[in-house]
């Protein structure tokens, strides 16, 4: 079974400049979740999908951050413009239910916003 | 709000030492809890996980995990490590029902293991 795939795994920006990444869960996963990872800290949910719809969006910065899942599957997170503190490891995460299931990571994006 | 805490940061060890890493949550009501590891240049994947019954969780490789309601915590332990056991754990707790988090997981900070061959 094939595993969440995120790309790009690296992204080095300038400040103010825009980042988009790219998330792809294990099929048939209907739950899907972007964390963000800052240095020494543990991942802290960013958005949360049900299929195509918003579940949990509650400390997604959405004055920069943005997030959509069209047709419930593959996920694109968006942050425009960057700041130096949105430098941090995104992932992202899908499950096949709410609540009680497993969810399951990718690799991450190590995002570097200079 | 809900929190999870752990409480070593970094831990080194010798091998075939016995581990018990430490989390603690707040939360009073019912919860599920999660063991995740990340080992390096490698992705979190899960340790092993409690929803119901035996409080007593048997994970992958040796790892098991008591979750003892009264204390809040959900301890990690494993009787003897090996090199191959460095990495990263991370706590991660499920609050059933509560508030607007929808059951959303919280994540400790996380605690490095580093064993000595």
């Known amino acids: 079974e094939a595993g969440v795939a995120q790309s790009p795994r690296y992204k080095i920006i300038e400040k103010r400049q825009s980042v988009a990444f790219w998330c792809n869960p294990i099929s048939g996963h209907a739950t899907l979740y972007w964390y963000q990872q800052i240095l020494g800290q543990g991942p802290k949910l960013l958005i949360q999908f049900q299929n195509n719809g918003v579940v949990d969006d509650s400390q997604l910065p959405k004055d920069r951050f943005s997030a959509e899942r069209l047709k419930g599957v593959d996920s694109t997170l968006k942050i425009q413009p960057a700041k130096l503190e949105d430098s941090a490891v995104y992932l992202c995460?899908?499950?096949?239910?709410?609540?009680?299931?497993?969810?399951?990571f990718g690799p991450g994006t190590r995002l570097t916003v200079l | 709000a809900q929190s999870v805490s752990q409480h070593n940061h970094h831990v080194i060890l010798s091998e075939a030492a016995s581990l018990e890493l430490g989390c603690n949550y707040s939360y009073g009501g019912t919860v599920n809890l999660f063991w995740y590891v990340q080992y390096p240049g490698q992705h979190l994947q899960l340790l092993l996980k409690y929803f119901s019954g035996d409080p007593l969780v048997k994970g992958i490789k040796g790892f098991e995990a008591e979750f003892i309601k009264s204390k809040f915590s959900f301890n990690l332990r494993k009787p003897s490590v090996q090199w191959s056991d460095t990495a990263e754990y991370f706590c991660?707790?499920?609050?059933?029902?509560?508030?607007?988090?929808?059951?959303?997981?919280?994540f400790g900070k996380g605690t490095k293991l580093s064993v000595k061959p």
């Open positions: 995460a899908s499950s096949s239910v709410r609540y009680t299931d497993t969810q399951y």
């Open positions: 991660a707790v499920n609050a059933m029902n509560y508030g607007g988090s929808q059951g959303n997981l919280i």
